[in-house]
């Protein structure tokens, strides 16, 4: 099939869910406009279309292979990546004084979501890339800014993200890799870390490993870890590259999907050291490393829109071609007499709806953390700054865990409409099934995103971030009532209840934090569920409400918009109240979970 970048749903959520213009207008400093911004989304579609997307099926056939520690990556990719650092895409939020577009974070999200619908091995590349930036924008010495960030920007250096041992996943008081400090004042590092992502390949001149170690002496857990940069060659007084690093890759992984991304295991130190610079402060490198994991958290969210939609094209495009049985109108006349397209089905007309539904709702949510972060950053006053980092907290698991759930689903629903083909590999429908599985899983599982909801996230402000939440969804669904007429069907009492359930839910939670810590575990995924659906219906809605004042200006183009929204209203959140009902049941039901796991049970 034919994938083409979802440009104008975009550009659609970022005026109508985000509202980006006002946003420019009125609340954000910095220098851009609606125009400029929509034409660089615009060419950066034309070139994920063009330019990426076309290598995705090759790059999952042939995958990464390693030699030798030689790692070579699919075919096109190192070419494509060359134009696509040329184009300067690997700068679209930094700032110019690195040579970047200095755009908000915002526009930066959107082009994730473009790069990863084209092709989601090749868009982990610029990814890490991106998040490594932040880290040493934030917390590097002015010395390694000026050796490395304009480099790193203009995508001639690519970045990684170093965290994960054996012994240490999501935990990561388990890193044993070891820091040593020198005589001239770096450090050498001695240790393994595994699962890293782009850790070695052909795409870039040098790769700037972000590396999580333990000095001698440090205090025990995450409090005594610091925060490194290794780079695979060393870098000369005058920028050139030097001599290699003691750093390599060992091997790489054979995984279940992205195969075109080389996932790695690096090792660091076999011979004197590999020579390291300390990011930020000795024993506070979690600190810094939160930076670079925060970013890659809204990243992978996005992923889990992106994956979402490609499977959505793919079904639709099959459905219209694939004909089985009789509709209730007859068939078309074409093909096998009396077959019909099964888009005509009701059955698979819900699929493929929740399957649109899935990928909008999960792309408001993450422009709007996005927004926040924007706000949080450039802000024009103290309170604006403040506000938006409470909600870019609170949103962040959300946009992380729900988006990225949501592509599993999607991509599986994807996967039925193609019937048996979709069990095929030739038909590319189980591939973005396999490649969306991991963005549940890696920065941080998604149920780790449920807990730190629930325990650090509805705290926040007193629980007035929270509380702010749920009244701008409940304002969402007056004005449907008020405004919206007919169209939108039942979609304002089911967005109401929606939120009077999330409301219910949050006053549970955040009484059980003072008295009863493990039934707040216990329904805390659900909870982050019940909290993503709400807010993706409150983004629908939002979105065929703009669509209607488009349609009373003359321009009824979008009011489609308005039968998705109410579609997910009435088909997708009447589950709300139930997962209500699975947060008020705390853990008591968990409370025998010895005996009924027993072995032999």
């Given at each position: ?14 005026k ?17 406009d ?68 200095g ?6 999200v ?39 960030l ?18 240490a ?33 052909d ?64 090792i ?50 099959f ?23 099964i ?5 698979v ?7 649109k ?17 924007d ?14 980092a409470?909600?870019?907290a609170?949103l ?15 991509t ?9 083909m979709g ?77 009077e ?16 810590t ?15 659906l ?9 979105a ?7 349609a ?21 959140l ?17 409370s ?10």
């Amino acid at each position: 099939m034919t994938y083409r970048s979802p440009v104008a749903d975009i550009l659609f959520s970022l005026k109508a869910v985000a509202g980006l213009p006002e946003l420019i207008d009125g609340k954000l400093d910095g220098e851009f406009d609606w125009e400029t911004i929509a034409s660089v989304i615009s060419e950066a579609g034309r070139f994920a279309t063009e330019e990426i997307a076309p290598l995705n099926r090759t790059a999952d056939t042939a995958g990464a292979a390693y030699e030798n520690g030689v790692v070579t990556t699919p075919p096109g990719f190192a070419d494509a990546y060359r134009r696509w650092a040329e184009a300067g895409w690997g700068g679209v939020s930094a700032p110019a004084e690195f040579s970047g577009m200095g755009l908000p974070h915002l526009v930066n999200v959107a082009c994730t979501e473009i790069w990863n619908g084209a092709s989601m091995a090749f868009a982990l590349c610029p990814l890490l890339t991106e998040g490594a930036i932040g880290a040493l924008k934030t917390y590097g010495s002015r010395e390694l800014l000026g050796t490395y960030l304009e480099a790193m920007v203009s995508g001639r250096w690519t970045g990684t993200m170093n965290l994960t041992e054996p012994q240490a996943g999501s935990d990561l008081n388990a890193v044993r890799t070891r820091a040593e400090r020198a005589d001239d004042g770096t450090y050498r590092l001695f240790g393994q870390k595994i699962f890293i992502t782009y850790g070695e390949h052909d795409m870039a001149e040098n790769i700037v490993h972000l590396v999580l170690a333990r000095l001698p002496g440090a205090p025990a857990g995450t409090r005594g870890l610091s925060l490194f940069l290794a780079p695979k060659f060393l870098v000369n007084p005058d920028g050139t590259l030097g001599a290699r690093n003691d750093v390599r890759c060992a091997s790489i992984e054979h995984k279940l999907g992205i195969h075109g991304s080389p996932t790695c295991v690096m090792i660091f130190g076999e011979s004197q050291g590999a020579k390291a610079w300390l990011v930020g402060e000795e024993n506070r490198g979690l600190a810094a490393m939160f930076v670079m994991m925060n970013a890659a958290r809204l990243a992978v969210g996005t992923q889990g829109v992106a994956i979402a939609e490609r499977a959505y094209q793919q079904a639709l495009e099959f459905s219209r071609e694939r004909r089985q049985g009789r509709s209730a109108k007859g068939g078309d006349g074409k093909g096998e007499v009396g077959m019909s397209p099964i888009i005509e089905h009701p059955d698979v007309q819900r699929m493929l709806m929740t399957m649109k539904a899935y990928a909008h709702a999960a792309r408001g949510i993450c422009h709007l953390t996005a927004a926040s972060l924007d706000l949080a950053s450039h802000g024009r006053t103290e309170e604006e700054r403040a506000a938006g980092a409470n909600r870019a907290a609170l949103l962040t698991p959300i946009a992380k865990a729900f988006s990225t759930d949501l592509g599993d689903e999607a991509t599986s629903i994807g996967v039925q409409i193609h019937g048996g083909m979709g069990f095929i590999e030739e038909t590319g429908a189980a591939q973005h099934m396999r490649d969306s599985r991991i963005a549940a899983i890696y920065e941080g599982a998604n149920g780790i995103h449920g807990v730190d909801l629930v325990l650090r996230k509805l705290p926040l402000a007193g629980g007035a971030t929270a509380r702010n939440e749920v009244n701008a969804i409940r304002d969402v669904a007056r004005a449907v009532s008020e405004r919206g007429g007919p169209a939108f069907g039942a979609t304002s009492a089911r967005l109401s209840e929606a939120a009077e359930a999330l409301d219910q839910a949050t006053r549970a939670m955040q009484a059980w934090l003072a008295t009863d810590t493990e039934s707040a575990l216990a329904g805390a995924s659900p909870y982050l569920r019940l909290f993503g659906l709400t807010l993706g219906g409150g983004c629908l809605a939002k979105a065929g409400l703009a669509a209607q004042a488009l349609a009373r200006d003359g321009d009824d183009s979008e009011l489609a918009r308005v039968a998705l929204a109410r579609f997910y209203a009435e088909k997708l959140l009447p589950v709300a109240p139930g997962l209500n009902r699975i947060v008020a049941s705390g853990a008591a039901s968990l409370s025998a979970y010895e005996a009924v796991l027993a072995d032999g049970s």
